[in-house]
């Protein structure tokens, strides 16, 4: 494609106008046309979601220098001196954590944006609501057992799994690296992604050939186990097929095993690069639920929180870097999430306990590289309930996602969504 | 292809019978369905033990059978590149307290084997499956707690108490070093209180997050004040209590425990509050209703409608709180009732990995290697556990302090343990296991005899029998007619010469008790069982119990 071609060559960070169809549009934004294309129009647009479960400690991700004697003083056990957080170009009094260096050459060079403060009203501290909550995008008093992403490929497209894999749609709607599909990809009627842990390990199934019961019991399961046991067949075919497309991905990656995040994504580049046109990739990487002992009592800069967010990082930096190599970076948007953020005060065990927002990393190369909102504000003197206050609904980043990415409809985003949520501009 | 399983079974007409004891027909497939949901995997021997019993004795059998705690784990990990200088081979390494990498990495691997051990030998009783249940329920993992020691301790306590009293139980967990590790309570002090177990203890442990529970974030942080002082001694790698780390001062509750205040008591008698909040946490009907729906879900089926809730969790429930929340009695009230037994819930669960794998294992009766062979015996051992590891079922290391998904995770339940990622896995191990079996240096092999098990069958020269039993074997319910004859024109009969005929079947099932010596026949009869016993492994209907 020309416009693949064009951005290859063009400096990245800066927006340049191209042409699509004779229309100039700048850098990867909606403009009218595109909204009054087919819902097909974001086709080969991709979205990796990144789980960072066991709730992220922001506060020590994206540190608030500019309030940097209130956040010493509601955690002096962990703080990050204020001359190792990593410096953003252009922007005052927001630093990251040491560790993140990759993230910090991508923010500097265009392909980075942050959103403080993510969380939703009446944020919940429990590990399990709170990742369904992030999952489905619901009100945290309100259930519901669909995922937000499973709802917008149902909206984009019905009748799965019935009528898939058909030619617009021969590959998986949505990929999950690891062997249980997320919540997140839960459709209405079925869970719209797959799982793979290695593609070269699948399998021919067997067709069943059975008549079913379908008004018992076991029929229902029977039934649910044939349709996976089908699509299994039909999918490892076109899953092998883009794998075995590439055949060298960027010399970058660190060894196997070394960083399970960048195993994950390495496979994601492959997929993407081979041509699935598979629309979100899920990844995930934890624990970071750092009740104790979150940094080194030596030196603050290092231990658990720095190693889980220098996978982070670092993977994320390598992936970016194996999109450019495979030359398909422009399709690919990544966004990090994590179940909730963590208490402003630090507890005595050297760790933070479940807290309320936190900020999100999104990523890319048609992505809006800034800081979204301002730093969390901290009070002089913390108390243990103290918690950063919510700038930005988590919806509206999906809605921001869903309408500017993979330009769907107002009216099909309030439906995913369950509601109206002003998109956020990430794109 | 539009049809949505979920709605199906809402749509399904309510199960109506109840909790009255079982007195219908007493067959083979009635004891299937009892021993598939009661032990791992249905055996032969087990079959025929219960079928001499009434249901109502069968029940009380797994319930109630007294068995002695089972030898520890063994060192039999000693190779060429790591030797447990402390224990010699063959010996237990429970009783020795000095750590470090190597030894604890080895002895966790040796608790791992010895436990699917446990499992592949176990008796008809119910023990070892509620071990799971209870491993499930107060999951911990063992690359969080990391100490062999504390980790065996904790599967002993799980043993201890698998059809004892659940509040016992919960207090018992509550003080537990593997636990106290887990759920950061060693961290929890007066200066510094760690919510964690607080709140796990309720929204996981006891009154659950159903609808009838509604205690609160102050709640949480006012229980995990009562549990301020219970500490690790890494020394012994007991529990200790250190009253200068209690909070002596008074906790205050919600409105949900009724706004009681448990008054805070000084010096070792601090330890007595845990007494005073799991009475009042016991108070809670809903701990009764929360322990029987999951007690359900593991035995009988995942939806509970409202029928269900009326007739069978809530007299349970009942009964669970006039027992002093002893265990057994709702065990012996729900395995022995009309409802388990109703038709509709035969087959109805999906096999979870160690249902699958371990099941397979005895219901074939494979051989494993003796004790004298402890080395072999435990790498087989840890074989299939490495299996249904990668079926996403790793026992000692659950997902998180949840549990596995598919316990929880409405809608879908147990249909979370099959994907396109499990599914072909546990082809791959009924393959495996029927064309290869676990290999061993000197000519250990475990591996399924087909041979040996169509020879129980009652007239295996009949190729329509032998199907017929082989179906009714491996599966809860029946195949078609139409099914039945492509199993065997199409799978049994594929590699004969010319149309396939039964009387070849039979002279060639006949041939083999003639002449044994006849390698060529043997060959021939063994490699069609073969591939009947992988097709019907293969068919989805083998996932359901």
């Not at chain 2, 309510?14 to 369905?33: C, D, I, M, N």
């Amino acid at each position: 494609m020309k416009r693949r071609d064009f951005l290859r060559n063009t400096v990245a960070g800066v927006a340049i106008p191209y042409f699509l169809n004779g229309y100039a549009v700048k850098g990867m934004s909606a403009n009218p046309f595109m909204r009054a294309a087919s819902k097909y129009m974001g086709e080969d647009k991709v979205l990796v979601l990144i789980q960072l479960s066991g709730g992220n400690d922001g506060l020590n991700t994206v540190i608030p220098l500019d309030q940097y004697s209130a956040y010493t003083a509601a955690r002096s056990n962990i703080a990050i001196p204020e001359d190792k957080a990593l410096k953003l170009n252009g922007i005052e009094g927001v630093g990251l954590h040491p560790a993140m260096t990759e993230m910090q050459q991508l923010f500097n060079d265009g392909k980075l944006g942050i959103v403080q403060a993510v969380s939703y009203p009446k944020p919940n501290f429990s590990h399990f609501r709170a990742t369904d909550i992030w999952m489905t995008g619901s009100d945290a008093d309100k259930i519901i057992s669909t995922g937000w992403a499973g709802r917008y490929l149902d909206d984009v497209f019905p009748n799965f799994p019935a009528e898939y894999p058909n030619s617009k749609m021969p590959d998986p709607l949505a990929v999950q690296i690891g062997s249980v599909v997320s919540t997140t990809f839960q459709g209405p009627a079925f869970t719209m992604g797959l799982a793979i842990s290695n593609p070269s390990s699948f399998y021919n199934l067997l067709e069943g050939k059975v008549n079913v019961d379908s008004n018992t019991r076991w029929g229902a399961q029977l039934d649910y186990l044939e349709v996976v046991a089908t699509k299994t067949d039909q999918y490892a075919n076109v899953i092998k097929q883009a794998a075995l497309k590439v055949k060298q991905q960027s010399p970058k990656y660190p060894a196997p095993g070394k960083n399970p995040l960048a195993d994950q994504l390495k496979i994601v580049a492959r997929l993407v690069a081979g041509g699935l046109k598979t629309k979100v990739y899920m990844v995930s990487t934890g624990s970071f639920d750092t009740h104790s002992k979150q940094t080194d009592t030596a030196d603050n800069t290092v231990g658990v929180h720095a190693n889980l967010l220098k996978r982070v990082s670092e993977a994320i930096g390598v992936f970016m870097d194996d999109l450019q190599y495979l030359q398909c970076a422009d399709r690919v948007m990544g966004m990090t999430f994590s179940e909730f953020g963590r208490r402003i005060k630090s507890n005595a065990s050297g760790g933070t306990d479940h807290g309320a927002a936190a900020p999100v990393f999104y990523f890319g190369n048609g992505v809006k590289a800034k800081v979204h909102g301002t730093n969390p504000v901290l009070p002089a003197s913390a108390s243990v309930n103290d918690n950063v206050q919510m700038q930005h609904d988590f919806r509206a980043l999906y809605a921001g996602i869903l309408q500017e990415w993979f330009t769907l409809d107002q009216k099909d985003v309030s439906n995913v969504l369950n509601g109206q949520f002003q998109p956020l501009q990430m794109v | 292809m539009s049809l949505n399983p979920n709605q199906k079974e809402n749509t399904l007409p309510p199960v109506t019978s109840g909790l009255k004891k079982y007195r219908g027909q007493w067959s083979a497939t009635e004891v299937r369905h009892l021993l598939k949901r009661t032990t791992f995997g249905a055996k032969q021997q087990d079959i025929n033990l219960f079928l001499k019993m009434s249901p109502s004795k069968a029940v009380a059998y797994l319930v109630n059978t007294e068995e002695p705690m089972p030898a520890p784990p063994i060192n039999y990990y000693n190779d060429d590149k790591y030797t447990d200088e402390e224990i010699p081979m063959g010996q237990t390494w429970i009783n020795t307290l000095k750590y470090n990498g190597m030894n604890n990495g080895r002895r966790k691997n040796s608790l791992k084997g010895w436990w699917i051990g446990l499992m592949i030998n176990q008796q008809p009783t119910l023990r070892e499956k509620m071990v799971l249940f209870w491993h499930n329920h107060f999951a911990t993992e063992t690359r969080t707690v990391d100490n062999a020691l504390m980790l065996y301790k904790h599967n002993v306590l799980l043993r201890v108490f698998a059809l004892g009293n659940f509040k016992e139980m919960v207090k018992a967990i509550t003080k537990d070093p593997c636990m106290l590790r887990y759920l950061n309570g060693t961290a929890n002090t007066k200066k510094a209180p760690d919510e964690n177990y607080g709140r796990e203890l309720q929204e996981l442990f006891t009154v659950g997050k159903g609808p009838g529970s509604h205690y609160t974030e102050d709640d949480v942080k006012a229980a995990a004040h009562v549990l301020t002082g219970f500490y690790i001694d890494y020394k012994t790698f007991n529990s200790q209590f250190g009253p200068g780390r209690h909070d002596e001062g008074d906790k205050k509750f919600s409105s949900f425990y009724k706004n009681t205040v448990i008054t805070g008591r000084k010096g070792p008698d601090g330890e007595k509050e845990l007494d005073d909040l799991l009475n009042m946490i016991f108070e809670q009907e809903e701990v009764s209703k929360f322990i029987c729906r999951k007690l359900y879900r593991q035995f009988v089926y995942h939806v509970i409608d409202d029928t269900t809730e009326k007739n069978i969790i809530t007299p349970l429930a009942k009964t669970f709180r006039k027992n002093n929340y002893e265990i057994k009695p709702v065990l012996e009230e729900l395995l022995g009732s009309k409802h388990f037994f109703d038709v509709a819930f035969r087959g109805s669960i999906i096999k979870s990995p160690i249902d699958f794998a371990v099941g397979l294992c005895r219901e074939y009766d494979l051989g494993f290697p003796p004790d004298s062979n402890y080395v072999d015996q435990y790498n087989c051992w840890l074989q299939v556990q490495g299996t249904a590891a990668n079926m996403q079922q790793n026992i000692g290391d659950p997902p998180n302090v949840a549990g596995w998904p598919a316990y929880y995770q409405v809608p879908d339940f147990d249909k979370m343990w099959i994907n396109s990622d499990t599914l072909p896995k546990r082809n791959q191990f009924s393959d495996r296991m029927i064309f290869s079996g676990i290999v061993r240096p000197q000519q250990v092999k475990v591996q399924i005899d087909p041979v040996g098990h169509a020879k129980q069958f009652s007239d295996p020269g009949n190729p329509d029998t032998l199907i017929n039993d082989a179906v009714q074997s491996l599966y809860m319910m029946d195949l078609s007619d139409k099914d039945k004859e492509y199993l065997k024109s199409g799978v049994l009969l594929s590699g004969l010469q010319g149309k396939m005929s039964d009387h070849y079947w039979t002279q060639a099932w006949q041939n083999l008790a003639d002449k044994p010596d006849d390698v060529a026949n043997r060959n021939n009869v063994t490699n069609k069982l073969k591939n009947l016993y992988k097709y019907l492994m293969n068919l989805p209907q083998y996932q359901l119990m």
